[in-house]
Every structure is written in structure tokens, then in C-alpha cells.
């Protein structure tokens, strides 16, 4: 393989997950930057404020984790919790498409002030279904006002036992007259040679009875998390600072490698042949009691918010 030295890029690139290397730290990771692709999602919802800021968080850490999953394969993030917000979902699908929504009491999140957990507690299930023939898995880490981030630490510490660090952040762009949503991941883990597991993100827990095996940490992480963990939530968001500018920053010293990215896009899998296919498997009396009162069938997504309307008389109703 050949690797050409050059400057770190100060071209801004949003909507992307770009793997790099930091070889001499026996260092792998991803680092996300959201733009336009999570705004339009989060307008599509006009979700509260923090319901918003949770969301976005949700799906910068699903394409962190999903997009180990290449060209094919599906990767779903949910949360069910006894909070303000019940449930979060993000679908990835790889490579790039990846969708949300969440469900919550207007009442409680109002009442829920600045920086409060509107999780609570709960789980939050990792599911990744490879595609083909491979085996479908499912991590499941308990959610106990920790949020996003540090839930993914344990998860890593208790389920992969290889040595990881997570950052997330999300906030707004502010204009004359407009605000922009954008969020930014990273994802920091420790392979030295020595072990056999893959630096990417591992399928799910262990079958029940697998000896669980862990890599030992030495000076190397200790460094590559030193390093990792002095990113600032407003340079994963920061418009002006391009993704390599930012690993060259944490890991110049040592020498970091940047691989192609990958671009990432807010694509629902919701169709008007899929909402036809769904109503023709109803019979005509439970499709009569869908008539809205303006005598038709009114259908909206959940995840992108799109409205199709269905005539009831095609439906025998």
C-alpha cells in the first residue's frame, strides 16, 4: 500500500465519517462532522430544543458505530428509558443513509431544565444486522442518566473489552436570520499487534460462556487517550475547522493517517409503494376506521414526517 506525506486539509467537509490511524500509538478511529444531512433531519421533526440536541447526539454516535459496517448491513440505535424521552431511534444504513426520530412527553421535557438527563433509566440496545447470511447480533447497555457518551464507554469496557474513548457534541450555528443544527463524533481505540480483534466495531455481546478477552493497555493508549481526550466539543461542531485540521492538532506529533471518507445523508426508507402494500394486508373494516374526516387515508412517516394520502375505495373500504 502506498501513503503520501502531505499538509493536513483546511478544506471543510460536512456530512462525512473519516477514518484515520495513528500507527505509531496502535491507535484506529472515526471522526463524524454533521452539517446540512442533521439539520434537515431535525427540522423535519421541529422537535423542542434539548428533544433536538439528544437526537443529533444519538445519530453522530450511530454513525460512528455503523458505518464499521462498509458497503452493506443495517445498524440500529434505540433507547427505551422511563424519562421525558421514552425512545430514540436511529436506522443506519450503510454506507451513508441514516434516519431518527423520538418519542417523548411534551409536559415533562418542558418542565426539564438546562443540562438535565431527559433519558433516565433504561437500555440501549445496539443491533447490527450484517446482511446476507451473517448472523444478526445485539449489545444492550443499561441507561442510567449517564447519557449518550458515557454509555458507550461502558458498553466498550464491558462488552469489547478492547480500550476505547468516545467524544460527542452537538450545537447551532447562529446567522443573521437562520440557526443550523450540526453535530460531530469521535471515536478513539486502542489494537495493538499483539491482539487478534479487529479495531472496528464488534458485532455484539459474547455468547453466553465465551472467555471474555481483554487488551492490556500501556503507555501507547495511555498517550493516544491523552491526546484524544483534550478535543473540544466546539471543534467537532466548529464550520471553520476541517476534520483532518483537527486530527492533525491531537496527533501531529506522532503521525496520523487519514483514509477516504465517507459521505453520510439523512434518507428515509419510508415509500408510497410501502404504505399501499401495508394497507392492502388490512381487511376493509379496519381500514374504514383510518377515514379521516376529510374521507380519506392519511398516512404520516415518523422518521422524515412525509404525509401520503390514500384513497379508502381502492382499499375495498
Known sequence: MSVTERAASAK???????????????????LVRLGLAVDHLLKRHDYPESVSKLVAEAVALAALLGSTLKLEGRFQLQTK????????LVDFDAPSNFRALARFDKARVARTGAGEDLLGRGHMAFTIDPGGDMTRYQGVIALEGQGFERAAHHYFERSEQIPTLVRLAVGETVAAR????????LIVQYLPA??????DFH???????????RVEEDDAWAEAQARAATTEAHELIDPTLSGERLLFRLFNERGVRVFEPTDLMAVCRCSAEGVDAMLRSFPPEEVRQMVGDDGMIGVTCEF?????????????A
Not at 437562520?178 to 463524533?185: H, I
Not at 499483539?194 to 479495531?199: E, G, N
Not at 458485532?203 to 478477552?213: I, K, R
Request: charged share 25%; hydrophobic share 30%.
Open 12 to 30: 471543510v467537509i460536512d456530512d462525512i465519517v473519516l477514518p484515520f490511524a495513528v500507527e505509531a500509538l496502535s491507535t484506529r478511529g472515526r
Open 81 to 88: 428509558t422511563d424519562g421525558p424521552v421514552s425512545m430514540v
Open 178 to 185: 437562520s440557526r443550523a443544527w450540526r453535530a460531530g463524533g
Open 194 to 199: 499483539s491482539t487478534q480483534r479487529r479495531a
Open 203 to 213: 458485532p455484539g455481546d459474547a455468547p453466553e460462556g465465551t472467555e471474555p478477552h
Open 304 to 316: 422524515c414526517s412525509t404525509k401520503r394520502v390514500f384513497n379508502p375505495a381502492d382499499y375495498g
